[in-house]
């Protein structure tokens, strides 16, 4: 069985390694160097060019780097095998720990000390106790499920947002428009761990942050098609979002003079809230290959009408 492994910003050696070890008689080519492409049964890709896996004719099964797949959705050209995305247990706890770092940095005045220190001040600051700090979670997917549990064993109240009904231990577990006005209205923080869909583009938007109590926070680390940056802006000008840590942009990388660089208000990650380790992850790959070949039911598969 011949892979395909194409990926701008992930390691084709590690990953070629970690694959061989697992799998010792599949052979991994890294583009550009394809050979026949008649060769090629599997490919594992982030971000493909438009067009790369049509011209595959014996593509088979297509396994995404990332847990969000939209960047493959958008290609008219996408052939029309199985789609598994990236679920693996280092990306989810990689997820809830960004989300409790961030969490904890603003309820904790991390900013506030780390500033002080720099002047030689010694300044205590009142925060608020996990208790009464509000956080509402847009997705509770195998990410926000990490991270609502992360954050209930810390004593926060969590509530979370789905598309369908769920039920979590500890959460309060809203779905539908009724639902998503009842979670803004009762969130402090609120997170944004949506896969970006026609439904979800531009969430994080005006409505959205006035829904919000006065002084709320806004964590981003879905997608920047998720969020309205002027709105955000604006919300943040006026006092009404307190603060705003984000980590992924509609423009990645990030301009430097983009107006949310150097904003004082707005803590910045480079997209690195959860990273596919290829140690963990390549069991994850691994197992999908082997019951692609058995014939077996493959789990995390895409739903390509529901677009995640
Ligand atoms: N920043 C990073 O480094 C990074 C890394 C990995 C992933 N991500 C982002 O995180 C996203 C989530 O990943 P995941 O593995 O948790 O995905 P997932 O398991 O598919 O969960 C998605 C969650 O979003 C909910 N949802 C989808 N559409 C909705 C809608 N229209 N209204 C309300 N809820 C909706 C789903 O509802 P149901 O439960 O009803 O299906 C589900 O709870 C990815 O798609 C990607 O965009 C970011």
Redesign the pocket.
Same mark, same amino acid.
């Given at each position: 069985m011949t892979l395909l492994f194409h990926s701008a910003s992930d390691d084709a050696r590690a990953w070629t390694a970690e694959l061989n070890r697992r799998l010792p008689d599949l052979e991994v080519r890294v583009t550009p160097d394809i050979g026949d492409p008649a060769d090629i049964t599997c490919a594992l890709v982030w971000k493909p060019p438009p067009g790369l896996l049509a011209g595959l004719p014996n593509l088979r099964l297509i396994l995404s780097l990332?847990?969000?797949?939209?960047p493959l959705l958008e290609d008219p050209t996408l052939p029309d095998v199985p789609l598994v +995305?990236m679920?693996a247990a280092g990306?989810a706890e990689d997820?809830a720990g960004y989300v409790t770092m961030e969490v904890l940095r603003w309820q904790r005045h991390a900013d506030a000390y780390a500033a002080q220190q720099r002047a030689g001040q010694w300044r205590q600051l009142p925060h608020r106790p996990a208790a009464e700090v509000r956080v509402g979670l847009?997705?509770?997917?195998?990410?926000?499920a990490a991270a609502a549990r992360a954050l209930v064993a810390l004593g926060f109240p969590v509530a979370g947002?789905?598309? !369908?009904p +769920?039920t979590l231990p500890g959460v309060t577990a809203l779905?539908g428009p009724d639902g998503l006005a009842t979670l803004l209205a009762g969130s402090d923080m609120l997170v944004c761990?949506?896969?970006? !869909?026609p439904? !979800?583009r531009d969430i994080l938007n005006r409505n959205t942050f006035a829904a919000l109590p006065r002084g709320a926070v806004v964590i981003n680390?879905? +997608?920047g098609g998720h969020l309205v940056e002027e709105d955000l802006l604006a919300a943040l000008e006026s006092g009404h979002i307190a603060g705003a840590s984000l980590?992924?942009f509609r423009e990645e990388p990030l301009p430097a003079a983009h107006p949310l660089f150097g904003h004082p208000l707005v803590h910045l990650t480079p997209?690195?809230?959860?990273?596919t380790h290829p140690g963990p992850c390549a069991d994850h790959v691994a197992d999908t290959i082997r019951r692609h070949r058995a014939g077996d039911p493959l789990p995390n598969l895409v739903d390509r009408r +529901?677009g995640?």
């Open positions: 990332g847990a969000g797949v939209e +995305r679920v990306l997820m847009l997705g509770l997917g195998e990410l926000g947002w789905s598309r !369908t +769920r779905h761990l949506l896969p970006l !869909t439904e !979800t680390a879905g +997608r980590d992924v997209h690195v809230a959860g990273v +529901r995640y």
